[in-house]
């Protein structure tokens, strides 16, 4: 049952298809993960609610695409500015249905609403451009929005990961229907309701929930889908993009990551060990640009690992609306025996479990801050993303032995370092194979900067003046002023 603070805070979660909130038929249960109570109920949707909503992106996208890029970044801009002003109430929101404290919440809403402001000043700057050619002769290329985007967002960052798709679309010129994470729907919930009171054309933006591999078998295949827009998992891009190969469609794919810090010798031990710490557990570990595998030069290594613990223990743990508290449970129940077994797994390989590892007693999915040190290469956590508050650390002799190891998953999202050297630096930055490297500092992007992976991290960008191009076409036109 929802508490009194829950119901006063917790929205009511529809369909949003054509303009209009919808029940369903099904539903199932939202539950609160620092309690395991149930704050809300999910609409399912179905087969007829799913041609609904692309009858309804076809109306949108034929309004919108012909909308001027002004009017469009006035509404995205209009829509960013009233999630601002209702920062608390998503945070609050958030909180009940991720369980990260609120404070880190009330940071997620306004990294989301930068995305909107970024991406709406982009929209007023889709240059297309005119090459030079002979006399009689005219050749300029020009930029239109791909059409109907599906978009699929995760339950880690509720508002924020929807805020960078529909972001992207909006901005664009496309119609989307988004598909968001079941267990966190609040988050986006807000956002519609922001484009609706912002003044954004019904059939533009439709959100639904339900089966997630009956949508996805659905929506792709539909001819009209020109772009499959997914952060996910590895596995569930690999699925998707797949399906869309068969239809031919393109896809912006932001998946898994397992990202390396290098930690040289020269760095200062103590900061660079205090800032892994609390970005480690940031989010519950729950991002997938985390922080997770600490390369450690073996002469600071000892004095690395020993800051780091100094930090990790004093996590405070628990309900993300408490005072105090630097970190909540983990989001669902399906993540406890997965994270348990990569720590028993890598501590029968002969790994040196030395904080954590245990789901914490009572209600809740509380996993402890967990730090694994010494793990030999062949324990299933040194190749499988742990997304969650496990931190390996390692010692190694040489840079260019921890530029190999760093590169030794198959995932390639983010990676960091800390050193001063130029030497390193530039060693670091040429090798290194992420998509987005950071020195001595564990920030992976921010709106105003490209953001995507290589290898089985995915393909494409969000952010930056390259996050619209996936919602584009290029349309070459030449023209001859006369026959020839």
């Known amino acids: ?89 998503i945070a609050q929101s958030i909180t009940a249905e991720h369980g990260k404290p609120l404070a880190q919440a009330r940071l997620e809403v306004i990294r989301g609403c930068e995305f909107f402001e970024w991406d709406a000043a982009e929209a007023m700057r889709l240059y297309g451009r005119v090459i030079p050619s002979a006399p009689g002769q005219k050749i300029s290329v020009h930029h239109y929005p791909i059409g109907i985007v599906a978009a699929f967002s995760p339950w880690n960052f509720p508002m924020s990961q929807p805020a960078r798709k529909i972001a992207g679309a ?53 001819p009209d889908i020109r772009l499959v827009a997914l952060t996910g998992s590895t596995i569930v891009g690999r699925q998707l993009t797949e399906l869309a190969a068969q239809s031919d469609t393109r896809v912006l794919m932001e998946l898994g990551g397992h990202a390396p810090v290098i930690v040289c010798e020269d760095t200062n031990i103590e900061q660079a060990a205090r800032s892994s710490a609390i970005r480690k ?18 002469s600071i290594y000892d004095a690395f690992l020993e800051n780091f613990l100094a930090c990790a223990q004093g996590i405070k743990m628990g309900n993300g609306t408490e005072e105090g508290i630097d970190m909540g449970p983990v989001a669902n129940h399906r993540r406890i025996p997965t994270l348990k077994a990569l720590v028993e797994d890598a501590f029968e390989k002969g790994a040196d479990l030395l904080l954590g590892g245990h789901r914490r007693d009572g209600a809740g999915y509380f996993f402890e801050p967990t730090v694994l040190a010494n793990v030999p290469d062949n324990a299933r956590v040194m190749q499988e993303e742990p997304f969650g508050p496990i931190a390996i650390i390692n010692p190694f002799k040489s840079l260019d032995e921890a530029i190999k190891k760093a590169n030794s998953v198959p995932y390639g999202l983010a990676g960091y370092a800390f050193t001063n050297r130029a030497d390193y630096i530039d060693q670091l930055t040429d090798n290194i194979e992420v998509g987005n490297f950071s020195i001595n500092t564990l920030e992976a992007s921010l709106p105003e900067t490209p953001f995507g992976g290589v290898k089985s991290s995915g393909y494409g960008r969000e952010g930056g003046s390259e996050g619209l191009d996936n919602y584009l076409t290029i349309k070459n036109v030449w023209h001859s002023i006369n026959i020839s």
């Not at 933006?205 to 539909?222: D, K, T």
Request: glycine share 6%; net charge negative.
């Open 281 to 298: 557990y940031r989010n519950s570990g729950q991002v997938c640009t985390s922080p997770t595998r600490f390369f450690v030069h073996e």
């Open 170 to 222: 909006l901005a664009s010129g496309c119609s989307v229907i988004l598909k968001a994470a079941e267990e966190t729907p609040a988050g986006v919930v807000h956002i519609v309701k922001a484009f609706e009171d912002a003044g954004l054309p019904a059939g533009v933006l439709n959100l639904v929930f339900g089966i997630p591999a009956e949508i996805s078998a659905f929506l792709i295949p539909q």
């Open 1 to 89: 049952m929802k508490n009194e603070a829950e119901m006063n805070s917790y929205p009511e979660i529809g369909l949003y298809i054509d303009g209009k909130w919808r029940k369903t038929v099904k539903d199932a249960p939202i539950l609160n993960p620092a309690t395991e109570e149930e704050i809300g109920r999910l609409p399912i949707a179905d087969i007829s609610d799913l041609e609904d909503a692309l009858q309804a992106a076809r109306k949108g996208f034929d309004i919108w695409r012909q909308t001027p890029p002004r009017k469009r970044s006035d509404i995205i801009l209009k829509a960013a500015a009233l999630m601002r002003e209702r920062q608390e109430e």
